[in-house]
């Protein structure tokens, strides 16, 4: 199965703030990544796949870069509504596999 | 609007099987999948399998593969996913979600609100 290491597992920061969120897979998988956004109590929403695809609807202010083992999730000026759990999710190979998340809280 | 709306929580004893389903709306059933992923409590996101409502083809976990089915029924937009024999850590909120094949695999677009499985004696 393919790992999916994300870091930092929290991040504090505020709002304005750019922040960004790596994934390392543990092996390529060219571009086949997706990021959700997660918020308490609720289920995951997709935005961005196929590493920078923006999903529909999703702010301009989230980006998505990255290639074959490395990739970034950038939120180029934080909002009250990002404060969420970020996941990444590999789909070169099954089992889909998620990362760990990453905790977006206030500072 | 897409919509998929999942049937309500559940306690079972250790060794029973529990039932989750997934009412679709919305949109085409049979040219999307229904994929299963589950969350324990403060923990993270693990993907189960997935049923192609086309065809009715299951994608299991590997992990799951000797105790989970998942059917789909085309005709009421329902989708449901059956776990047996279960565990103290199979305690988790349930989650079904639209899959999107984009060749290799699969992204998932759309989720239910979860069902919240709760196993304990």
């Known amino acids: 199965d393919i790992q999916l290491t994300q870091s930092p597992s929290t991040l504090s920061a505020s709002v304005g703030d750019r922040v960004t969120i790596t994934c390392r897979a543990s092996?390529?998988?060219?571009?086949?990544l997706a990021w959700y956004q997660q918020k308490p109590g609720k289920a995951p929403k997709l935005l961005i796949y196929?590493?920078?695809t923006l999903e529909n609807g999703v702010p301009p202010r989230f980006s998505g870069s990255g290639s074959g083992t490395e990739f970034t999730l950038a939120i180029s000026s934080l909002q009250p509504d990002d404060f969420a759990t970020y996941y990444c999710?590999?789909?070169?190979?099954?089992?889909?596999?998620f990362g760990g998340g990453t905790k977006v809280e206030i500072k | 609007q897409v919509q998929l709306v999942q049937s309500g929580g559940e306690v079972k004893k250790p060794g029973a099987t529990v039932k989750v389903s997934c009412k679709a709306s919305?949109?085409?059933?049979?040219?999307?999948?229904i994929d299963w992923v589950r969350q324990a409590p403060g923990q993270g996101l693990e993907w189960m399998g997935g049923?192609?409502?086309?065809?009715?083809?299951?994608n299991y976990a590997q992990k799951f593969q000797d105790r989970v089915t998942m059917t789909t029924d085309t005709s009421t937009g329902m989708v449901s996913m059956e776990l047996r024999s279960l565990r103290s850590d199979d305690t988790a909120v349930y989650y079904c979600?639209?899959?999107?094949?984009?060749?290799?695999?699969?992204?998932?677009?759309?989720w239910g609100q979860g069902t919240l499985v709760t196993v304990s004696s």
């Open positions: 979600a639209r899959g999107v094949v984009v060749v290799p695999g699969v992204i998932l677009d759309f």
């Open positions: 919305g949109y085409i059933l049979n040219n999307y999948g």
């Open positions: 049923i192609s409502a086309f065809n009715g083809n299951t």
């Open positions: 092996q390529s998988i060219t571009y086949w």
């Open positions: 196929k590493a920078s």
């Open positions: 999710q590999q789909y070169k190979t099954y089992p889909l596999t």
